[in-house]
């Protein structure tokens, strides 16, 4: 185990369906992303939280909406998706210091939008 | 967690052989690098790190070697085993400017042990 956990680890929804992605680190790290894992894409870094600061947000979709309480939890809000979303979500997390970013993923939510 | 409608490289090779894989970098100013192992179902796992002074780094039945010059990358699995096989990325780190670093992901590699 990595000390990431995430929870579902499979998650089936509809177009018109709310659902959230729980991830929590207990590492002690101060930084935490969100990743996207598709089947013809590689993995596509979606948000970066440092110190619970939203630090990136790579022109995603409004239907994903991030929430990082405290720098051990985030969650991905999701709302209204499409097909194309089916993908693995992945959540990972890192000690950030001036030479190094080691990030340690979770195993991810494999999600299937209908 | 496989990205099975993307076109991976594949590697082939018998259980006890060596494995190389290898992975060509982008940015000159990257000075870190990292080795992740993806099985199938599960999230990548970190397996080797190395920094940019050095050329080679040494774990338990793998090795990786850097080689700034043509920005190549390489990972060595000794004596391979059936339960290496997976996908396999390696990712460099570069500081962003910004007081942040920043991380890039390969496309990765597929290794399969035969038996």
Redesign the interface.
């Known amino acids: 185990e990595t000390g990431v956990t995430q929870t579902p680890r499979h998650l089936v929804m509809g177009m018109t369906n709310k659902k959230s992605l729980k991830c929590e680190q207990h590492l002690g790290h101060n930084a935490m992303y969100w990743y996207k894992q598709s089947a013809k894409k590689p993995l596509e870094l979606m948000f970066v939280y440092n110190f619970k600061e939203q630090t990136e947000n790579n022109s995603v979709p409004s239907r994903f909406s991030p929430e990082c309480p405290n720098s051990s939890h985030l969650f991905l809000h999701l709302h209204t998706l499409q097909p194309e979303d089916s993908a693995l979500y992945l959540c990972a997390s890192s000690q950030n210091s001036p030479t190094t970013e080691t990030q340690y993923f979770g195993p991810g939510t494999r999600l299937l939008v209908l | 967690?496989e990205?099975?409608?993307?076109h991976l490289p594949t590697l082939s090779v018998q259980e006890g052989d060596n494995s190389i894989i290898n992975c060509a970098y982008s940015n000159s100013a990257s000075?870190?690098f990292?080795w992740?192992k993806q099985e199938s179902?599960?999230?990548?796992?970190?397996i080797i790190?190395i920094?940019s002074n050095m050329d080679k780094r040494q774990g338990q039945r793998v090795t990786v070697l850097l080689n700034k010059t043509v920005k190549h990358l390489s990972l060595q699995i000794a004596a391979t085993q059936p339960g290496d096989s997976a996908v396999y990325?390696c990712?460099e780190?570069t500081s962003a400017g910004t007081g942040?670093?920043?991380?890039t992901?390969?496309?990765?590699t597929r290794l399969q042990v035969q038996p």
Do not use: E, M, T
């Open positions: 967690g990205s099975v409608g993307l000075d870190y990292i992740y179902g599960k999230g990548p796992q970190f790190d920094r990325f990712a780190n942040r670093r920043a991380l992901f390969g496309s990765g």
